[in-house]
C-alpha cells in the first residue's frame, strides 16, 4: 500500500471512494459494516467502509454517490478525508469517526466513552426476549429486566424497542457513557429507566425477572488489548484484571439477591469462559444453566435460572 504520509486524495468523488477502499485493505482494518455478513469479502467490505468514511467526512447523503460521483473535492475536503483515513488505518474504529454503529438493526450514537456495539452481542438481547416472552405466555404481565453496564444503551435499547410494554432498567458507572445511552434511548424514543452506579448498586432492594449483562471479560495480559480496534476503546469496560473472570464471578454470586423467584441470568463472555462460568453458576443456585452459541460458532451467552433454594439463601448472602 501507498504510505498514508504521501497518500494523495483525488480531487473527485468516486475516485476518492476507491483510493480509500484500496488504502484500508491494504492496511487490513476494514470490517463488515452490517452484522453476520454469509462470508468474507474483504473488498466489498474496504469499499462499503469508504464509502461511508468518505460520505461521512463531507457530510453528504449515500444518493451522492449515484446523482454525483464526479463531484469536485476542495483541497479542505481532501485534507479531512486524508486526515480520517490515517485515523481509520490507525485502528481507530470506524464507528468512532462516524459517530454511530448499527446494532439490532437500530442506529446508535457511539464515542470513545463506550464499547462499540458488536453483533455478537445480539444474541444477549435475543435470549433475553425469548425468556420474557416465556415468562409472559406464563402468565406474567409486563416482564422487568435490569441491563448492567449499559455502556451506549445498546442491549437495552433494543429490548426496549422490541418489547416496549416491559418495564426495562439499565445501569452505567460512567458518567460520559450514561450521556450516550441516554442520547439513544431519546434517539429511539423507547421508555427506559437509566441509573448511574455501580453494577447492582442504584437497583439495591429491587428484584428482576431478567438480568442481562456484558461486563469486562478480556483476561489483562490478552494481547487483542492491543489490537487495531480495542486499543482506542476504554479499557475498563474489556477487562476487569488479572485473568478477565473477575466481573463473571461477581455477577454470578451476586444476582441471587436481585433476582425474582425462577429469574434468569444472561451473561455474554468470552469463547472460553463458557464451562468455568457454568460450574459457577451452578455452584451459585442456578439451574437449566446452559451456554448458547454464536454465529461463528463461539459460545458467547450463559444463562441461568434460580430456583427457591437459591432465592432464600440469597437472602443472607453478604454480597452486594
Given at each position: 500500500m501507498p504510505?498514508?504520509?504521501i497518500l494523495?486524495?483525488?480531487?473527485h468523488l468516486?475516485?476518492a471512494?476507491?483510493?480509500?477502499?484500496?488504502?484500508?485493505?491494504?492496511?487490513h482494518v476494514?470490517?463488515?459494516?452490517r452484522?453476520h455478513?454469509p462470508?468474507?469479502?474483504?473488498a466489498r467490505d474496504?469499499l462499503?467502509?469508504?464509502?461511508?468514511l468518505?460520505l461521512?467526512?463531507?457530510?453528504?447523503?449515500?444518493?451522492?454517490?449515484?446523482?454525483?460521483?464526479e463531484?469536485?473535492l476542495?483541497v479542505?475536503?481532501?485534507?479531512?478525508?486524508?486526515?480520517w483515513?490515517h485515523?481509520?488505518?490507525d485502528?481507530?474504529?470506524?464507528?468512532?469517526?462516524?459517530g454511530?454503529?448499527e446494532?439490532w438493526?437500530l442506529t446508535?450514537?457511539?464515542?470513545?466513552a463506550?464499547?462499540?456495539?458488536r453483533?455478537?452481542?445480539?444474541?444477549?438481547?435475543?435470549?433475553?426476549?425469548?425468556?420474557?416472552?416465556a415468562l409472559?405466555t406464563?402468565?406474567?404481565?409486563?416482564?422487568?429486566?435490569?441491563?448492567?453496564?449499559?455502556?451506549?444503551?445498546?442491549?437495552?435499547?433494543?429490548?426496549?424497542?422490541?418489547?416496549p410494554?416491559?418495564?426495562?432498567t439499565a445501569v452505567?458507572?460512567?458518567?460520559?457513557?450514561?450521556?450516550?445511552?441516554?442520547q439513544?434511548?431519546?434517539?429511539?424514543?423507547?421508555?427506559?429507566?437509566?441509573?448511574?452506579?455501580?453494577?447492582?448498586?442504584p437497583?439495591?432492594?429491587?428484584?428482576?425477572?431478567?438480568?442481562?449483562?456484558?461486563?469486562?471479560?478480556?483476561a489483562?495480559d490478552?494481547?487483542?488489548?492491543?489490537?487495531?480496534?480495542?486499543?482506542?476503546?476504554?479499557?475498563a469496560?474489556?477487562?476487569?484484571?488479572?485473568?478477565?473472570?473477575a466481573d463473571l464471578?461477581?455477577?454470578?454470586?451476586?444476582?441471587?439477591r436481585?433476582?425474582e423467584p425462577?429469574g434468569t441470568l444472561?451473561?455474554?463472555?468470552?469463547t472460553?469462559?463458557?464451562?468455568r462460568l457454568?460450574?459457577?453458576?451452578?455452584?451459585?443456585?442456578f439451574?437449566?444453566?446452559?451456554?448458547?452459541r454464536?454465529?461463528?460458532?463461539?459460545?458467547?451467552?450463559?444463562?441461568?435460572?434460580?430456583?427457591l433454594h437459591?432465592?432464600?439463601m440469597?437472602?443472607?448472602?453478604?454480597?452486594?
Amino acid at each position: 500500500m501507498p504510505s498514508l504520509a504521501i497518500l494523495t486524495i483525488p480531487a473527485h468523488l468516486r475516485t476518492a471512494v476507491q483510493t480509500v477502499a484500496a488504502a484500508l485493505a491494504a492496511a487490513h482494518v476494514a470490517r463488515p459494516l452490517r452484522p453476520h455478513p454469509p462470508e468474507p469479502q474483504p473488498a466489498r467490505d474496504a469499499l462499503r467502509e469508504a464509502e461511508a468514511l468518505v460520505l461521512a467526512a463531507l457530510g453528504l447523503p449515500r444518493s451522492t454517490l449515484y446523482a454525483d460521483p464526479e463531484r469536485a473535492l476542495s483541497v479542505l475536503e481532501q485534507a479531512k478525508i486524508s486526515q480520517w483515513l490515517h485515523r481509520r488505518c490507525d485502528g481507530e474504529p470506524l464507528a468512532y469517526l462516524l459517530g454511530e454503529r448499527e446494532f439490532w438493526s437500530l442506529t446508535l450514537t457511539v464515542s470513545p466513552a463506550v464499547l462499540v456495539p458488536r453483533p455478537e452481542t445480539e444474541l444477549l438481547v435475543e435470549r433475553a426476549l425469548q425468556c420474557g416472552d416465556a415468562l409472559e405466555t406464563g402468565g406474567l404481565a409486563l416482564p422487568t429486566v435490569l441491563d448492567l453496564g449499559t455502556g451506549s444503551g445498546a442491549i437495552a435499547i433494543a429490548i426496549a424497542h422490541e418489547r416496549p410494554g416491559w418495564r426495562v432498567t439499565a445501569v452505567e458507572r460512567c458518567h460520559e457513557a450514561l450521556a450516550v445511552a441516554r442520547q439513544n434511548a431519546a434517539r429511539h424514543a423507547v421508555a427506559l429507566e437509566l441509573l448511574q452506579g455501580n453494577w447492582f448498586a442504584p437497583v439495591a432492594g429491587r428484584r428482576f425477572n431478567i438480568i442481562a449483562a456484558n461486563p469486562p471479560y478480556v483476561a489483562a495480559d490478552d494481547p487483542v488489548l492491543q489490537g487495531d480496534s480495542l486499543r482506542h476503546e476504554p479499557r475498563a469496560a474489556l477487562t476487569p484484571g488479572d485473568d478477565g473472570f473477575a466481573d463473571l464471578a461477581y455477577l454470578a454470586a451476586a444476582a441471587p439477591r436481585y433476582l425474582e423467584p425462577a429469574g434468569t441470568l444472561l451473561l455474554e463472555h468470552g469463547t472460553a469462559q463458557g464451562a468455568r462460568l457454568r460450574a459457577e453458576l451452578v455452584a451459585r443456585g442456578f439451574r437449566h444453566v446452559v451456554s448458547h452459541r454464536d454465529l461463528a460458532g463461539h459460545e458467547r451467552v450463559t444463562e441461568g435460572r434460580l430456583d427457591l433454594h437459591s432465592l432464600r439463601m440469597s437472602k443472607t448472602d453478604p454480597i452486594s
